[in-house]
């Protein structure tokens, strides 16, 4: 069993260990970079999204922070911001699950360790999750579950592609089973959304491990990832013990997927909506005349809907429900 | 089935029936050495045991379950291939990454007359077999082989049967230059879009990931002593108590038994196992497990595909505790 120990271990102890040591006077006057040492004045720091301007070192950001980078202003439609997590299984450790979460609730001001929502990105109507690694490394319980999947269906109602910016060291221990599977039920949530032809991006940011890599981090049509972020099933720790060589340099890196063929692109932080922009684009249709035009009247149904004051365009004439291709109603207009 | 004449395997809280049972044959083989009449003794001495034995195995901590299910003597599921089945064949091969992966096993069989795709975690028999098949943790070969092999199944239209009974998924190098996260991903997902009833049953250790891997089913059925867990209590206690000796705490906070996952609703039905455990008798487990999956398969295959894939869907949707806070 020792492998999976220390893969376990491993996970956990790497969110618990690199918590602290980034961003530790983030808001103060002046930021050191933990990758180059270099003091920047954090206002500057913050108009390059946290990216050091001396070594590029992609610096932790909060989730409020992503969404502010990613959704035009105005455009931000939080859901279910009141889902808080419990403590099903009366888990006690050195210290009870239930103290844990109030006092990371208190110190963070988050409820769980993710934030979802509808908004735009450049223009585009998405849904978009971004996981926090301040709420306990990130880990993934049944809010994150609950949070993520309510988000994916609603886009799949609303014909909306998905974003997911994970963080994340794992499942959450202190909820059992109940963690695992949700792992399992945002995977079907995805299934139903990518059965419906819509689009699905998430972003793996420093670190993606675990149970998020055994699941939705792994899913998308398109992979991005930051730079030189931390993205691995196991715990580096516990790879180790299984070999007597020594591990490349790079190992479990954005590079290393990359090379290996689980990434589809290393985006900066500062080129992330501009890139998303220009993906979500590539997968609308093409379309000479103005889409409306032919929209109008196949499908019948409505074409834009309300949402808490923000317009949504459907996409109606993306896909059509059944999944034949749009050229048909492009034959019949 | 492993061989249940040879030098019995014993674990801490089997000790006193094994002493209780040495017992009982000494007394036996002095009557017949001294021809004096002891039945009297001896009957005692027997439901002395029975009790015994039901008492400690009625009353395991999640701890000793885990051993039981740990167990090196516990039927894997090539033994209840051969125990539970009239025709089997094994399918190799994942057709991408080069090699067949030994951990996680699949093939064609006929239960009862019906052709189903059974596929399963296996652990080895011993020390070499052990090497061989990784300890039962499968690669991301292992994984697209089991997809590979579920959606013949799917285009077949045959039932899936999935035995569970692993420490987890390799964490090896290999398995990550390989893409585990990305293998185990896809087979959670895709397990959602397939049309046959998927019946899935731990029959010793579900761990973590590598367990889900092949643990996407309509129905989740777990045998008595077995486990399925979110981490292993080893390795959950060094982490949040900083203290691997708390393991015997951490599995009991974990729920990792059979009864507390049917009461937190993610296990459909357990079955029982012989007093003793699995590997006390294994032809009577296989038999129990047979049944069990006749039964559940008689349900399923009534189902219209649209049905199973709507049931599932809302089986896992369901999973989850939370609460919504005012405002
Ligand atoms: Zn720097």
Redesign the pocket.
Known sequence: MSLFDWFANRRKSNSQVTEPQEREIADGLWTK??????L?YTKDLQSNQMV??????HLRIYADERVQQLIDPGSWLPLDENLAPTDPLGFRDRKAYHDRIRETQDKTGLIDAVQTGLGKLDGLPIGLGVMDFRFMGGSMGSVVGEKLTRMIERSTRERLPVVIVCASGGARMQEGMLSLMQMAKISAALERHRATHLLYMPVLTHPTTGGVTASFAMLGDVILAEPKATIGFAGRRVVEQTLREKLPDDFQTSEYLLNHGFVDAIVPRTQLKKTLAQLIRLHQPYAPTPLTTHAHGVYGGSTTSSVNGFTHVLEQTEHLPDGLPLRLSAEES | MPNSDRKPLLLDFEKPLAELDARISQIRELAEENDVDVTDQICQLESRATQLRQEIFGSLTPAQRLQVARHPRRPSTLDYVQAITDDWIELHGDRSTGNDDLALVGGLARLEGRPVMILGHQKGRDTKDNIRRNFGMASPGGYRKAMRLMEHANRFGMPIVTFIDTCGANPGAEAERLGQGEAIAYNLREMFRLEVPILCTVIGEGGSGGALGIGVGDRLLMFEHSVYMVASPEACAAILWRDAGKAPQAAEALKITATDLLQLGLVDQILPEPVGGAHSNPLQTAATLKQALLDNLAVLTQMTRQQLKEERYQKFRKMGVYTQLAG
């Open positions: 970079c933990p990758s180059c040492g270099v920047t050091c301007l001396d070594c590029g070192h």
